[in-house]
Nanobody
Framework: QVQPVESGGGLVQAGDSLRLSCAAS???????LGWFRQAPGKEREFVAA????????YYADSVKGRFTISRDNAKNTVYLQMNTLGPEETAVYYC?????????????????????WGQGTQVTVSS
């Protein structure tokens, strides 16, 4: 089973940018990769997703225009470029893999649809 591994988290100031990476212990021959985040005391929420074969991208409304999800097939890696970060985006960011198809715009953001999760990487945005 593919195990996503996140990296790239850290401490930044408000307004800064950060790029997260999600690599796989095996080949990402899956349907979609998603990024989720969980802030202290809050439920985990969808951030962005990308379908592996077509590169179709999906974003939460809160990050549209600031975050960009992309993939590098050769490196078997998915990236999340985050710009203009705010303190409210301090969270643990998780990468998750979905192995089968069948997701659309209304379902790709549901964490229950994903099969394998990484351990998460901490992003802290100071004000």
């Amino acid at each position: 089973q593919v195990q996503p591994v996140e990296s790239g988290g850290g401490l930044v100031q408000a307004g800064d940018s950060l790029r997260l990476s999600c690599a796989a212990s095996g080949h990402f021959s899956n349907y979609a990769l998603g990024w989720f985040r969980q802030a202290p005391g809050k439920e985990r929420e969808f951030v962005a997703a990308i379908t592996w074969s077509t590169g179709t991208t999906y974003y939460a409304d809160s990050v549209k225009g600031r975050f960009t999800i992309s993939r590098d097939n050769a490196k078997n890696t998915v990236y999340l470029q985050m710009n203009t970060l705010g303190p409210e985006e301090t969270a643990v960011y998780y990468c998750a893999a979905r192995f089968a198809g069948g997701l659309g715009p209304n379902t790709i953001g549901r964490e229950s649809k994903y099969d394998s999760w990484g351990q998460g990487t901490q992003v802290t945005v100071s004000s």
